[in-house]
């Protein structure tokens, strides 16, 4: 089967500063991706999502980007501050599956004060 | 608040017992999914429900059974025959249609005595 990835497993920054989260897909037919935010000992928290009509959707403090050329979904924070420390991952619509979901591994945000 | 409720928080299983999780949800959505995270890994869905009285097998369903008698109720029985129950289990919803996104509650930890 088909499956999400994610570049990095860890990224360390600095408040303050941006952070970018990387994801692969490689089902060219999806049509709809998600990022969320998952604190230790808690569920996935919704951040943003991006229908595949888009290259680009904002939100308070984060930016997702996709390409559909390469397949490649980003997720950047804007002045990354202590309580944005999580692992992120993403998540890509199954097509012709309903609502069903492929969920990459994550990569753990560590902010340093 | 709306929401999803997973509980209990953390539960420990003995060998040849069934266990049952609970997932409770007040937001009036038809679709509500298990998934199971393992360290390392992304989430995998073990069985998914479109509408009352309806249920399907997800990718790792062997050893797990789900009940939908209600709309906002979906619990999981994690049978004896599920030899390797240890994990963080996740319950989510989403509204009918596809490609929305999916709300997550905050989990079950499940250990093995």
């Known amino acids: 089967g088909e499956s999400v990835g994610l570049h990095l497993p860890t990224l360390s920054v600095q408040e303050g500063d941006n952070s970018i989260i990387n994801c692969a897909y490689s089902?060219?037919?999806?049509?709809?991706f998600i990022w969320y935010k998952q604190e230790s000992g808690k569920g996935p928290q919704f951040i943003i999502d991006?229908?595949?009509?888009?290259d680009k959707r904002q939100g308070q403090r984060v930016t997702v980007l996709l390409n559909k050329t390469v397949k490649h979904l980003s997720l950047q924070i804007a002045a990354t501050q202590p309580g944005d420390s999580a692992v992120y991952f993403c998540?890509?619509?199954?097509?012709?599956?309903?609502?069903?979901?492929?969920f990459g591994t994550g990569t753990s945000l560590t902010v340093i004060p | 608040d709306g929401g999803i409720t997973q509980s209990p928080k953390y539960l420990f299983r003995k060998e040849g017992q069934n266990v049952t999780l609970s997932c409770e949800q007040n937001?009036?959505?038809?679709?509500m999914y298990w998934y199971r995270q393992d360290p390392g890994q992304g989430l995998r869905l073990i069985y998914y429900?479109?509408?009352?009285?309806?249920?399907q097998k997800g990718d790792i369903a062997e050893g797990y059974s789900v009940s939908r008698e209600k709309k906002e109720s979906f619990p999981l029985t994690v049978t004896s025959a599920q030899k390797n129950p240890t994990a963080f289990y996740l319950c989510?919803?989403?509204?009918?249609?596809?490609?929305?996104?999916?709300?997550f509650g905050d989990g079950t930890r499940l250990s093995i005595l």
């Open positions: 989510a919803s989403s509204i009918g249609r596809a490609a929305q996104p999916q709300h």
């Open positions: 089902n060219s037919a999806s049509d709809y």
């Open positions: 991006i229908r595949s009509n888009m």
């Open positions: 998540a890509e619509n199954i097509p012709n599956t309903g609502n069903q979901f492929y």
């Open positions: 937001l009036n959505h038809d679709a």
């Open positions: 429900s479109q509408i009352v009285n309806d249920f």
